[in-house]
């Protein structure tokens, strides 16, 4: 399940709501999924960078973080222990989105 922020996140400009009526797909939203998975992946980043103010993040430090872990080897753990506070969140809200995968180690 998506923690609240990253449903901000997919669902700004995407999906519109009424009162007593379901969540609707805009014309936005149906743009997006016609999108390539990589122009979709671009645009859930941008919006996560762009929410990120509203969410008490400098959007500089967590454009430094993304660009950390695009630089990380794929497969390889990477030690949570490091991370602060705000990190930790940002790797939370990207497995969700599935974007990373996190792994228990019983080190």
Known sequence: MMVPSM????QRGLLSQRDNEGSRLT???FHFLLMDTNAQLWY????????????GVDSAD???FLLELSFHVTG????MNTLDEIQRITVK?????????LQNCLC
């Open 44 to 55: 859930i980043i941008r919006e996560y960078i762009s929410n990120s103010e509203d969410r």
């Open 93 to 101: 809200d990207l497995a969700d989105l599935g974007l990373i995968k």
């Open 62 to 64: 967590l454009i430094s």
């Open 27 to 29: 014309e936005s939203g």
């Open 7 to 10: 449903m901000k996140v997919s």
């Open 76 to 79: 390889e753990a990477y030690n």
